[in-house]
């Protein structure tokens, strides 16, 4: 194991706990409903970028493959909030809860949007122009054969929670 490979390593699991707070802190303060809402922008937001037919149009000044993939998150990421902003305004706020009640619950909804998170920016998203490929958090989430499965994760803890 080399030098490069750790810090490789040590990289893409800050993404991970990053993104993981990020969203633990979310629904903490927001609420449950609020992450539920989140992860059903994501699903929506997945489908129209998947979709989408005019990248080209978009993203056609754009030159180097760097600024290609910075320019596909930054319309994902516009996406996504208008997405979720929509599920704000169409789902009402049905638990009214303090921030730290049903705690466990809010730590599984925010495992569940991690996990879109994390699938979306291996298979759909040009995240790893970023990333060096090889370590294991992208074993984990990378393959194409794990993606259906992996997308199903957070609608499963959706029927739970």
Sequence with gaps: MDWAFLI????????????????????????RQAVMNLIFGLYLALLISIQFPNYDFILGGLDSAGSLALGKITFFAIISLLTTALCFR???DEFQENKF??????ILLAGGATILLMIFSFNVLPVTEFLTPGTPIQSLFAPEHYFFWWLLVPLVILYIV
Excluded: A
């Excluded at 009640?101 to 809010?106: A, I, P, Q, T």
């Design 8 to 31: 490789d390593f040590m990289i893409e699991i800050g993404y991970f706990l990053l993104v993981f707070g990020i969203f633990l802190g979310f629904s903490v303060f927001k609420g």
């Design 90 to 92: 169409v789902m009402p």
């Design 101 to 106: 009640e049903s705690f466990g619950k809010k």
